[in-house]
Each structure stands twice: as C-alpha cells, then as structure tokens.
C-alpha cells in the first residue's frame, strides 16, 4: 500500500525528472550531428581591447527540464541591456554524451544566446567518463568550432582575449586516465593524452606573460569542495601532478589567478594561498536537485567551514602541505540556479558578480554576491 501511495504522489511532489532515466534528454543517434554554429571569439574581442566581460555557468543538464532554459533566457536579457562578450561553460552539457541527438537538443536550449561565443570546458558526461569512445567522437563533432585544436584526442586549448589568457583543459583525462579505468593516479601513464595535456600545460604556463595579464584556468573538475558528492575525484586532483610537481602548485606559481570549475552542482568560491601566492577557485555548477525521498540529499550539499578550513580539510583527507584554504562563499540550501559575470581591465580590477535565478524579478535574478578578485 505503501508503495502505490508513492507512486500517486511521485507527479504531485514533482519527484521527475532526472529520477527517470533520461529526463527530457533524448537517448537516441537518429539526428546527424552537425558543430554549433557560433562566432568565433576572436571574432567577437577585439586583440587590442581593453577589457574582456563574460558569463560563466555549468553542470545545467540536470536543469534541462526548464531551469537551464530559465537561465539561458536571463542570461540573453542582461546581455541586451549591458553586452556579453562570450559565455563559458564548466562541462556537463548533455545527459549522455554516447546519444548524438542530445547534442541536438542542446543546440535549441542555447539558441537564445546564439550571438554569443560558446568555450566549453567539457565534463564527464559528455564523455561518459572517458569509458565510451563515441561519446568523446561526438563531443568533439559538436564543439569543434571553439578552436582549431580542438578534436576527440585533444579538448584542451588556449585563448589569449583583451588582457587574460584562457587555459581550458580536459579534467576527464586527469581523473579518469584516457580508458576511464577509474580514479587514483598520481601521475599521468606516460604516452597517454593525460600525459600530453600537463605537458602543454606546463609549457603554457612556464612562459612569463606581459604584466597586467590575468591567467583563467576552466577545467570541469574541482580539487577542493566541500560537498560529499564526488570528493573522492576532487582529492585525486589535488593530488595529482607530473614530473614531480603537483597540478595545484604548476597553477599557483604558473601565476594562474582564478580556476573556473563544477562538476559538484553546487556554488563555492575559495582563496588559495601559498609561499605569498593566491589565486582563487570558482565554482559555478547550478544546484543539487532533491533526492527521491530525500535518500542522501544532503550529499550534493556544500557546507559552510568558514573559520573552520584548515581542519575541516585535513579530517576529510587532504593533504594541504603549506596551503591555507579559505572559504570565501558558498551557496546553502535556501539558494538557487545562478551563473557568473566576470569583467577584467587592462592593468584594472577583475569583478565577479554572481546572479541567482528569480521568478519575482522583471530580470528572472538576484544579485547572490559582488566582489573584486583582483
């Protein structure tokens, strides 16, 4: 009886989708696959422009059942009234990547911003977790257009506009390996394209830059998070380095000044420091959605550790070896859906202002924070 009182009540709590199996994401490959069609980002920043606005937002395929639309659309109307010039991407874009037509279907969510440049930092679900070689075909098919470099083999590349340079790199190959034969190496197999990546990363990253340059890293993954849910690959990634030399310090004294990430649906920012270095961590990836019947809801759920870092990181098993860690800000249970807006200046600040989706606000948002990183 139990039992049938659930069922009855599933449409009425709202307990749908993603607790069916696809949602409202087709799981079929009947739709040729064709690449986004977007300007080119070059195209859209001038190389001699002295200031570079975008927005930032991840992890929406949880969302697509009209929430990622909800964004798309507040997105589209700030970018009327104060121009955008591009939009990032933390990853985790489609359901499944191994089903061509999803892809399609993420193709009409963004058509509200189809004027805008779209840089993608391509998540484990586009790739199945590196486990299924289509689903990396596809992807690479689909984002093709975001850089000459990039293909199924290589989804890192680099972007120099106005006065930041853009690392966007392929976690996906540093937690899972090239085969996705799990999470825990320390290094990169060597000759594998994990082993290439940090490769050019540290090339990348070994040459001075002008002063007055900021250096954006955008990868799907976190390597500090407070939330339960996938910490296991966050504490890999921080652990994670080649050569000798971890991937947090090649960022740190690579002069790297902010990590875009998600991969945890939840919203966090971090300041990072050591040996007098900083940079900070950013993580935009949507919200947690509620579990059915609340069975481990809360493991999606960032927690509040301000004042209380130190500790809280090094009881949950990593290993900080100098850093300090703080917790700047963090999105709790009462917050929503958001997305960022990041502006930088030649030799000026860098801004980030944090929006929340509001149904009660002529422009669907709220301001959540606004802070100078720089």
Same mark, same amino acid.
């Given at each position: 009886?139990?039992?049938?009182?659930?069922?009855?009540?599933?449409?009425?709590?709202?307990?749908?989708?993603?607790?069916?199996?696809?949602?409202?994401?087709?799981?079929?490959?009947?739709?040729?696959?064709?690449?986004?069609?977007?300007?080119?980002?070059?195209?859209?920043?001038?190389?001699?422009?002295?200031?570079?606005?975008?927005?930032?937002?991840? *992890?929406?395929?949880?969302?697509?059942?009209?929430?990622?639309?909800?964004?798309?659309?507040?997105?589209?109307?700030? =970018?009327?009234?104060?121009?955008?010039?591009?939009?990032?991407?933390?990853?985790?874009?489609?359901?499944?990547?191994?089903?061509?037509?999803?892809?399609?279907?993420?193709?009409?969510?963004?058509?509200?911003?189809?004027?805008?440049?779209?840089?993608?930092?391509?998540?484990?679900?586009?790739?199945?977790?590196?486990?299924?070689?289509?689903?990396?075909f596809h992807t690479s098919i689909?984002?093709?257009?975001?850089?000459?470099a990039f293909t199924a083999d290589?989804?890192?590349?680099?972007?120099?506009?106005?006065?930041?340079?853009?690392?966007?790199?392929?976690?996906?190959?540093?937690?899972?390996?090239?085969?996705?034969?799990?999470?825990?190496?320390?290094?990169?197999?060597?000759?594998?394209?994990?082993?290439?990546?940090?490769?050019?990363?540290?090339?990348?990253?070994?040459?001075?830059?002008?002063?007055?340059?900021?250096?954006?890293?955008?990868?799907?993954?976190?390597?500090?998070?407070?939330?339960?849910?996938?910490?296991?690959?966050?504490?890999?990634?921080?652990?994670?380095?080649?050569?000798?030399?971890?991937?947090?310090?090649?960022?740190?004294?690579?002069?790297?000044?902010?990590?875009?990430?998600?991969?945890? =649906?939840?919203?966090?920012?971090?300041?990072?420091?050591? *040996?007098? =270095?900083?940079?900070?961590?950013?993580?935009?990836?949507?919200?947690?959605?509620?579990s059915f019947l609340w069975v481990?809801?809360?493991?999606?759920?960032?927690?509040?550790?301000?004042?209380?870092?130190?500790?809280?990181?090094?009881?949950?098993?990593?290993?900080?070896?100098?850093?300090?860690?703080?917790?700047?800000?963090?999105?709790?249970?009462?917050?929503? *859906?958001?997305?960022?807006?990041?502006?930088?200046?030649?030799?000026?600040?860098?801004?980030?202002?944090?929006?929340?989706?509001?149904?009660?606000?002529?422009?669907?948002?709220?301001?959540?924070?606004?802070?100078?990183?720089?």
């Amino acid at each position: 009886m139990w039992f049938l009182l659930i069922l009855l009540s599933w449409g009425p709590l709202g307990f749908t989708w993603p607790w069916d199996a696809t949602g409202p994401w087709p799981d079929g490959s009947d739709l040729p696959l064709t690449p986004l069609d977007r300007p080119q980002v070059e195209e859209v920043v001038a190389e001699d422009a002295a200031n570079v606005r975008y927005a930032v937002f991840g *992890d929406q395929r949880a969302l697509a059942d009209g929430e990622w639309q909800d964004l798309v659309a507040a997105v589209a109307q700030l =970018h009327q009234s104060d121009p955008i010039d591009f939009v990032i991407d933390t990853g985790d874009i489609v359901q499944d990547g191994r089903h061509s037509d999803q892809f399609e279907f993420l193709r009409g969510i963004l058509e509200p911003i189809d004027d805008l440049p779209y840089l993608v930092s391509v998540g484990n679900h586009e790739t199945k977790n590196n486990l299924d070689p289509s689903a990396r075909f596809h992807t690479s098919i689909f984002l093709g257009g975001m850089d000459p470099a990039f293909t199924a083999d290589r989804y890192y590349f680099r972007k120099d506009l106005a006065n930041t340079r853009f690392l966007f790199l392929d976690s996906n190959d540093l937690v899972y390996g090239d085969d996705g034969a799990g999470i825990g190496r320390e290094e990169p197999v060597a000759g594998s394209r994990a082993a290439a990546q940090m490769h050019w990363l540290e090339t990348q990253l070994t040459h001075p830059e002008p002063p007055g340059m900021s250096t954006v890293v955008v990868i799907h993954h976190p390597f500090v998070q407070t939330s339960k849910k996938h910490q296991e690959a966050s504490i890999a990634l921080w652990n994670y380095g080649a050569k000798g030399r971890k991937l947090r310090d090649l960022f740190l004294e690579g002069g790297v000044d902010l990590i875009l990430a998600g991969h945890t =649906h939840t919203y966090e920012r971090f300041l990072l420091e050591k *040996d007098g =270095h900083r940079m900070h961590l950013l993580n935009v990836s949507g919200r947690p959605r509620t579990s059915f019947l609340w069975v481990g809801d809360g493991a999606r759920r960032p927690k509040d550790i301000r004042g209380e870092e130190s500790e809280w990181f090094e009881e949950e098993g990593w290993d900080l070896d100098g850093w300090t860690v703080t917790q700047e800000a963090v999105m709790l249970e009462d917050e929503e *859906d958001q997305f960022a807006l990041i502006e930088s200046s030649q030799g000026g600040p860098v801004t980030l202002e944090v929006r929340l989706l509001d149904d009660d606000d002529p422009s669907g948002t709220k301001l959540f924070e606004s802070v100078v990183l720089k």
